[in-house]
């Protein structure tokens, strides 16, 4: 039995993939959960495992071509099995990138009418550049208009209309594709989410102590470092499950309770910054969540994530502490509902008991969706984060 290999969709407005790099070559022996390529998303170069074992065999997709998700690219086949027949290449479009920057794509695909599928996406992009949508022929499954499409349109009409390209000067640095996508999620997010954002000042003398009282302990044991960061994935975590509101998502118009508590921290790589997740995080102890974010961030500073590794979030976590940020103000990553920014700890003079005393304060910013979450509600949830930072010991596993 044969087994496809197709280009993942990590999340609902993802329509293509880059195929970087095939870990494996045509004819070679593979097993089932082995990383067999590498792709790359607009939110970072992540591993495809191998689906089954048996043999690469059919492949349809080299490095650099970018592909609608769901589309086919190669078979895992028993050896001395052949790949379904060619008749099934036509279901699978494929765009080179140096094709799709230059010309209109060439797919055998009928042409858009009126009501031809198109993604939101796609149809606001056509709006922006002019695009006549019932002249795009989609490369999507059943002839769906992807993005790619209608940029690969715009950018062939302005080639025709215009004159050859001048260099970019030498002070102008491109970004990369994953930090050039990361600038546009940012935009659209911060242009159409709601945002608004509720501050609270705690003492974190407390978290301090217990990252260094349980820190000897997760050492011996499961040979990691305990962070701030972990501490904190475990307490936003526990009181998540008292605020159900906080945790969920706006989609399609709807509020959506999401059952599973997946924290999403950001960390930097070098094209941008990713969200990596730590899936199950209410029913993590606190080495478990350790472990998960050492190795996270080890495949994440090595381009070496697996689509789960960013996939699924309900909430974010961004703490800038560690670049000696006092506070900040982060912007939310639909459809979550909101995220929460971190900074560092420092000591401070504050008021206790009507003296003034140094303490380690530090500064907390929850940025919300006022689609799914009113004032009230975010303070309140922000305000048992600060109890759960002042009282770690009541909340730890």
Not at 305 to 321: C, M, Q, V, Y
Not at 331 to 357: E, H, K, N, W
């Amino acid at each position: 039995m044969a087994f496809s290999v197709v280009m993942p969709a990590l999340e609902m407005a993802q329509e293509t993939g880059k195929l970087v790099a095939w870990r494996k070559t045509e004819g070679q022996s593979v097993t089932k959960g082995e990383p067999l390529l590498e792709i790359e998303t607009d939110k970072a170069v992540l591993e495809v495992e191998s689906p089954a074992d048996g043999v690469l065999a059919g492949v349809r997709a080299q490095a650099g071509d970018v592909v609608p998700v769901g589309n086919i690219i190669a078979w895992i086949v028993r050896p001395g099995e052949t790949p379904p027949s060619e008749a099934v290449r036509s279901s699978a479009s494929v765009t080179s990138q140096t094709e799709s920057t230059n010309a209109a794509p060439v797919i055998a695909a009928p042409a858009a009418r009126a009501g031809a599928q198109i993604s939101p996406k796609a149809r606001r992009l056509a709006k922006e550049n002019g695009v006549d949508i019932a002249n795009l022929r989609g490369s999507g499954p059943g002839g769906e208009i992807l993005a790619s499409d209608v940029l690969a349109a715009a950018e062939s009409k302005n080639a025709s209309s215009s004159p050859a390209p001048v260099p970019p000067p030498k002070d102008v640095e491109m970004p990369s594709s994953i930090g050039r996508l990361m600038a546009e999620r940012t935009a659209h997010s911060w242009t159409t989410v709601p945002h608004f954002f509720v501050v609270r000042e705690v003492d974190a003398g407390a978290l301090v102590e217990a990252r260094q009282r349980l820190g000897l302990a997760i050492k011996q044991a499961r040979d990691t470092k305990l962070s701030h960061t972990d501490l904190l994935v475990a307490l936003v975590a526990g009181v998540l499950l008292k605020h159900p509101r906080i945790n969920a998502s706006w989609q399609d118009g709807v509020i959506h309770l999401n059952q599973d508590v997946n924290i999403g921290v950001a960390m930097a790589v070098d094209d941008g910054v990713v969200a990596t997740v730590i899936h199950n995080a209410d029913r993590a102890d606190l080495g478990e969540i350790a472990v998960q974010r050492r190795d996270l961030t080890e495949r994440a500073r090595a381009s070496r994530l697996r689509p789960s590794d960013i996939a699924g979030a309900t909430f974010t976590i961004s703490n800038l502490g560690m670049y000696q940020v006092d506070a900040f103000s982060a912007i939310i990553s639909p459809p979550q509902a909101a995220i929460l920014a971190v900074g560092r700890i420092t000591d401070r003079v504050v008021p206790i008991g009507g003296r003034a005393a140094i303490r380690p304060m530090m500064t907390l910013t929850l940025s919300c969706d006022h689609r799914v979450v009113d004032g009230a509600r975010a303070a309140v949830f922000l305000n048992e984060v600060a109890e759960a930072v002042r009282e770690p010991e009541k909340w730890l596993r």
